[in-house]
């Protein structure tokens, strides 16, 4: 079964609306979590690793203010995509590993957001 | 030149036949190595790692050349449930936090 979830899985929003995207782990407490971003054709593209009581950090060339992560649980994390553009439309896939070491990242199923 | 690059294919095979990916780094102090599997439309999920003496899961082998910075995946009789695109990943540092994708390749079975 799954061990990361994501919600929700489509959303299609109008230009300038700001967009939340939950990730949950179902069954482990994750203190870090990792929020990719991939477009068409393209590979998996790190945005930001989200801590958990702390403050998320962030890839080059990824702006902080306009994807706000939010970890305020262990089993937690928050994407919000703030003023979405069309440009913005791409596929968000967050992961997060089991604890004790394992390097095995755990996706989500992935959400798809078009904006118009 | 990409981090990670791979052959994008597709690569179109009949149901049985003996397939091989490559792949290849441009980051010499990547540490580990990993091979994920993506549906249409799905997310990752991992197939195997990928170790410096080469390991197999079934029908399935990888190998490691670090002097060379390439990782292959080989898959052996390949079923129609196959199909898929297949990501090398490699990261960079000890906490394997940093995982870096290669743009897939993709692998059609057909019967």
């Known amino acids: 079964g799954a061990v990361v979830s994501q919600h929700p899985s489509w959303v299609i929003c109008k230009s300038g609306t700001s967009v939340k995207i939950e990730c949950r782990s179902l069954?482990?407490?994750?203190?870090?979590m990792f929020w990719y971003r991939q477009f068409p054709k393209q590979s998996l593209m790190l945005m930001a690793t989200s801590n958990e009581g702390s403050k998320a950090t962030y890839e080059q060339g990824v702006e902080k203010d306009k994807f706000l992560i939010n970890h305020a649980s262990l089993t937690l994390s928050t994407l919000t995509v703030t003023s979405a553009h069309p440009e913005d439309s791409s596929f968000y896939i967050c992961?997060?590993?089991?604890?004790?070491?394992?390097?095995?990242?755990?996706f989500g199923e992935g959400s798809r957001l078009t904006v118009l | 030149r990409k981090e990670v690059e791979q052959d994008p294919g597709p690569f179109n095979v009949p149901e049985g036949a003996t397939v091989a990916f490559n792949c290849t780094y441009s980051?010499?102090?990547?540490?580990?190595f990993f091979w994920y599997r993506q549906d249409c439309r799905k997310e990752p999920k991992l197939l195997m790692s990928?170790?410096?003496s080469g390991n197999e899961d079934g029908r399935f082998t990888a190998q490691l050349n670090r002097a060379s910075q390439y990782i292959s995946l080989l898959i052996r009789d390949s079923k129609l449930s196959d199909s898929a695109t297949y990501l090398c990943v490699v990261t960079h540092n000890q906490a394997g936090t940093a995982l870096i994708f290669g743009k897939g390749t993709t692998l059609s079975v057909s019967s």
């Open positions: 069954d482990f407490q994750a203190t870090t």
């Open positions: 992961s997060a590993r089991r604890p004790g070491g394992s390097r095995e990242l755990f």
């Open positions: 990928v170790y410096s």
């Open positions: 980051n010499s102090a990547s540490q580990s």
